[in-house]
């Protein structure tokens, strides 16, 4: 049964958190993570620049750490830009890329984020790489067809060997911060797609993890995540409360064969 699957829960801070109060968020999810089963995974991508506090906090715990964006280039004179290499100096796991916040204001091509998907994973990180349609693109009856392009793209670029190591997150963009999260069967329905989309590139790649993201909350992951084909979660708003993320990882652990 795929609702026995490990799982895995990773935060998207977005452009959040100051010093003070990211120290008693990220001691709180460190000391709650140390309680859950082995088989749930916990992570946060926190703004860069806090990003050695991450490290200096997490090392040691359950929690692993990563950021929301990464260049597309190695490195040279791109002003402002933050290198993939740059984010494994501090033992980073994580690089959230494409996300829809990404596309939408500062125009990512479906390309650039297949770029920066090879670059996070040159580097050596597991890239997160999200997909998902508007609201207009929904009732278009195109979800497929844009989300499948999304991933396709990504997948055309990779190696089926690199493509082993990504993780996927569909974020429908009209459920991100709306309060108004997909529905378990609508996600579902999305995430079977996209598994066998993947599954089409390569049987190794079927098992890629697909997180749902997306107004997940303490009241409605458990079944979110109780779906064949949901392995888990990308946390916005709800992973900036370290009790509110600490429940959504504890629904986690309710489905999963150790919970
Ligand atoms: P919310 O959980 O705030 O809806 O955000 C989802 C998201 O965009 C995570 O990357």
């Known amino acids: 049964m795929s609702t026995q699957r490990a799982k895995l829960v990773v935060g998207n801070w977005k452009m959040h958190g100051r010093l003070a109060e990211n120290a008693a968020l990220l001691q709180a999810v460190a000391k709650g993570a140390g309680e859950l089963p082995a088989d749930v995974r916990v992570g946060v991508c926190v703004p860069t ?3 050695a506090q991450a490290q200096s906090l997490l090392d040691g715990s359950r929690v692993m750490w990563g950021v929301q ?3 597309a280039f190695t ?3 791109y002003t402002g830009e933050v290198s993939a290499q740059m984010v494994t100096d501090f033992a980073a796991t994580f690089a959230i890329v494409g996300h829809s916040e990404r596309r939408a204001y500062h125009r990512e091509s479906a390309d650039l984020v297949a770029v920066k998907t090879q670059r996070a ?3 050596g990180l597991t890239p997160i790489v999200c997909v998902g349609e508007t609201l207009d693109e929904r009732e278009a009856g195109a979800t497929e067809q844009v989300v ?3 991933l396709d793209e990504v997948l055309a670029k990779l190696s089926v060997q690199e493509a082993a190591r990504i993780v996927v997150a569909y ?3 009209w459920a991100i911060g709306t309060g108004k999260s997909a529905t378990a069967g609508q996600a579902q329905a999305v995430h079977a797609f996209l598994r066998g989309r993947l599954a089409a590139k390569g049987a190794e790649i079927a098992g890629v993890p697909l997180l749902y993201g997306g107004s997940v909350k303490p ?3 458990e079944e979110l995540f109780r779906q064949q084909d949901i392995d888990g979660g990308l946390i916005g708003g709800a992973s900036l409360k370290d009790q509110d993320f600490l429940a959504i990882c504890k629904a986690a652990a309710a489905t999963t064969a150790a919970g």
């Open 49 to 51: 620049p806090y990003l």
């Open 69 to 71: 964006d990464v260049s």
């Open 75 to 77: 490195q040279g004179a």
């Open 121 to 123: 994973l040159e580097a």
């Open 148 to 150: 499948g392009a999304q």
């Open 171 to 173: 974020e429908p963009v």
């Open 219 to 221: 009241d409605n992951a």
